[in-house]
């Protein structure tokens, strides 16, 4: 019953290649090189920071992978480019906490890892809204690591704390929650705490408000 794709060869898919390149950073900085992540709501983040982080590295390069906006994983490889390898287009997706377990069969790290995706996006897009996305050539230099973080556009400091909020977590079984917190405390230490209102605003907006409520990081039903 799956789709058909395309005679084409995945190796040339870079949304595909990022994504399991991300796999190896995300396993090695949180809880440091040896733990990996575990938990059905860690599994599921690990598969959507390497959605978020590979797209993210083609548009701060000035690359553009095929699909109809530069949010979709897997456009070229599954000839879909509406929402790719995934159920959503994570820029268009309107998932929330509250739909772990939504995909037909129930909960999937795939799947559920786009809840993280769509809420990600959420807090990149209020981060573009606060501080622009500057020119390319700027995008290209702070990608390089040539500017500072906090004199780069909106999207590049929301990776920045995405990777700062990897190195923030010291056990592998991680909730959503716990994610949450760690974006929060990176934004303290990075920022001085600009953007806590920010965090907090689309993080509630995606169901991860001050009330949300987890029992963990194997939690299918929080």
Aim: aromatic share 10%.
């Amino acid at each position: 019953g799956g789709p058909y794709p395309p005679c084409v060869d995945g190796d040339y898919d870079m949304t595909v290649i990022g994504h399991e390149y991300t796999h190896a950073i995300s396993n090695r900085m949180i809880a440091g090189p040896n733990s990996g992540i575990s938990g059905h709501q860690g599994g599921s983040m690990g598969e959507s920071w390497s959605d978020l982080l590979a797209a993210e590295y083609l548009f701060q390069h000035n690359l553009r992978a095929p699909g109809e906006t530069p949010f979709i994983t897997g456009g070229y490889v599954t000839g879909n480019l509406v929402s790719g390898i995934r159920n959503y287009d994570f820029s268009r997706s309107p998932l929330n906490y509250s739909d772990i377990g939504y995909n037909t069969g129930g909960p999937a790290v795939h799947a559920d890892g786009e809840i993280w995706s769509a809420t990600n996006f959420r807090v990149r897009s209020a981060m573009v809204k606060r501080y622009g996305l500057g020119t390319p050539k700027l995008q290209l230099a702070c990608a390089q690591g040539k500017v500072p973080a906090d004199r780069c556009p909106g999207n590049r400091r929301w990776s920045q704390l995405v990777f700062d909020s990897f190195l923030l977590q010291a056990a592998s079984q991680v909730s959503m929650l716990d994610m949450r917190d760690n974006m929060l405390t990176a934004d303290l230490l990075r920022f001085g705490g600009a953007n806590q209102d920010l965090i907090w605003a689309e993080f509630a907006r995606s169901g991860m408000g001050r009330d949300a409520v987890t029992n963990g990081a194997g939690d299918t039903d929080p």
